[in-house]
Every structure is written in structure tokens, then in C-alpha cells.
């Protein structure tokens, strides 16, 4: 499987481009969310450097700990989208002949789209956590950085609609409907919470 997150920037955009069916959607989702998790990391660390064992210094110290953390968590799921959707892709092209494999065809397309509906949910877990930090960056940051941070929380935003919507591309073809509607309250509570978060966030930059 190729990593795009090794990928030069032009090769990633010809990658997005391409007419492959991934990366799609949901990679994209997550390249916007860790792009605003480094630009949150940027912000914080401009702050903390500037009042060295000031209080603000030790909140930044914390959220940028956090922030690290959750960097790699983000980045991974750019293949790891991309990863699940090629599994449906193979699903669908599984040779049906007869009724035992149309049943294992069957099986492994449900198995593929549920794992292709967790993905963007852990990129809206993992968007929304850094959220969670934008507050306390955007309490601390300098005057110049400001902008930084509002495009942080836009991007951040925008990365856990994205993968609202991705994820509701494709609970229509789940057959566990229990499992469908488990998502479907998670994914909705997570874009509230994370509306809330990014709004007192981007008050807090004075925007």
C-alpha cells in the first residue's frame, strides 16, 4: 500500500487529482486536520518561547504535548482512508459465480464499508481532540499569530465536517443498522462538540 504521507506535495496533489477512487475524501479530511493540529503546534511553540516559566508557558507546554501526539494520529489516517476504501474496491470486484461466493463477496463488502465509516470517525475523534486545545492557544497567542491560529481552527473544522460527510456517504450502504446508527449519533455529537470548541476558540483570537 503506498504511504502518501511520504509523498512530495505535488506528487500528493497529482495523487488527489488522479482518477483513481483514492485518495479520496476522507484523506483529504485528514490532511486538513493535520495541517491545523502543525499550525496549532506552530502558534503555541511562537507563544511559549517568547515567556519561558510564565503560566501561559505551562498551559502552551501541556496543549503543545498534546498536540504532538495527536500529529501522527491524524497524519496516519491519511492512509489508512485511502487504505480502507481500496479493500471495497477489491470487495466489489470479487468474481460472483455462484451463491457461496456471492455471500463472501457480501460479507467482505460490509466488512470493508464498515471499516471505511470507522476511519473518518477516528479522523473526527482525533480533529475534534485537538480542538479541544485550540482554546488555550488561542488565549495565549501573539498578535501576529492570530491569523495563524483562526486558519488552524478553520482547518480543523473543516477536516471534522469533511469526514462528517464522508462518513455519511457511506452508512447508507451498511446493512448492521445498529452499528449505522451507533456512527451516525457519534459522528453528530462530535461535529456538534467540535462547532463549540472551534467558536470559543476563534472568540478567544479576538476574531
Given at each position: 500500500?503506498?504511504?502518501?504521507?511520504?509523498?512530495?506535495?505535488r506528487?500528493?496533489?497529482?495523487a488527489?487529482?488522479?482518477?483513481?477512487?483514492?485518495?479520496?475524501?476522507?484523506?483529504?479530511?485528514?490532511?486538513?486536520?493535520?495541517?491545523?493540529?502543525?499550525?496549532?503546534?506552530?502558534?503555541?511553540?511562537?507563544?511559549?518561547?517568547?515567556?519561558?516559566?510564565?503560566?501561559?508557558?505551562?498551559?502552551l507546554?501541556?496543549?503543545?504535548?498534546?498536540?504532538?501526539?495527536?500529529?501522527?494520529?491524524?497524519?496516519?489516517?491519511?492512509?489508512?482512508?485511502?487504505?480502507?476504501?481500496?479493500h471495497?474496491?477489491?470487495?466489489?470486484?470479487?468474481?460472483?459465480?455462484?451463491?457461496?461466493?456471492?455471500?463472501?463477496?457480501?460479507e467482505?463488502?460490509?466488512?470493508?464499508?464498515?471499516?471505511?465509516?470507522?476511519?473518518?470517525?477516528?479522523?473526527?475523534?482525533?480533529?475534534?481532540?485537538?480542538?479541544?486545545?485550540?482554546?488555550?492557544?488561542?488565549?495565549?497567542?501573539?498578535?501576529?499569530?492570530?491569523?495563524?491560529?483562526?486558519?488552524?481552527?478553520?482547518?480543523?473544522?473543516?477536516?471534522v465536517?469533511?469526514?462528517?460527510?464522508?462518513?455519511?456517504?457511506?452508512?447508507?450502504?451498511?446493512?448492521?443498522?445498529?452499528?449505522?446508527?451507533?456512527?451516525?449519533?457519534?459522528?453528530?455529537?462530535?461535529?456538534?462538540?467540535?462547532?463549540?470548541?472551534?467558536?470559543?476558540?476563534?472568540?478567544?483570537?479576538?476574531?
Open positions: 500500500m503506498r504511504s502518501y504521507s511520504n509523498y512530495s506535495l506528487d500528493l496533489l497529482d488527489f487529482a488522479s482518477t483513481a477512487p483514492a485518495p479520496g475524501g476522507g484523506s483529504a479530511a485528514a490532511l486538513t486536520g493535520a495541517t491545523g493540529v502543525s499550525l496549532l503546534l506552530m502558534t503555541a511553540g511562537i507563544r511559549a518561547a517568547r515567556s519561558p516559566g510564565s503560566q501561559a508557558a505551562s498551559e507546554a501541556d496543549a503543545i504535548d498534546r498536540l504532538r501526539s495527536l500529529r501522527p494520529v491524524v497524519a496516519s489516517l491519511i492512509d489508512r482512508d485511502a487504505e480502507s476504501y481500496s471495497v474496491i477489491a470487495a466489489l470486484r470479487m468474481p460472483v459465480t455462484d451463491g457461496d461466493s456471492e455471500a463472501r463477496q457480501r467482505s463488502y460490509e466488512s470493508a464499508m464498515r471499516a471505511a465509516t470507522d476511519v473518518p470517525l477516528e479522523t473526527m475523534r482525533a480533529c475534534r481532540r485537538a480542538l479541544l486545545e485550540a482554546p488555550v492557544v488561542a488565549a495565549h497567542c501573539t498578535r501576529s499569530t492570530r491569523g495563524d491560529v483562526g486558519v488552524a481552527i478553520e482547518l480543523l473544522r473543516a477536516a465536517r469533511s469526514a462528517g460527510i464522508t462518513i455519511d456517504a457511506n452508512l447508507g450502504s451498511l446493512r448492521d443498522q445498529e452499528h449505522a446508527g451507533r456512527v451516525r449519533s457519534e459522528r453528530q455529537l462530535l461535529e456538534r462538540e467540535s462547532e463549540a470548541d472551534a467558536s470559543d476558540a476563534y472568540r478567544r483570537t479576538g476574531g
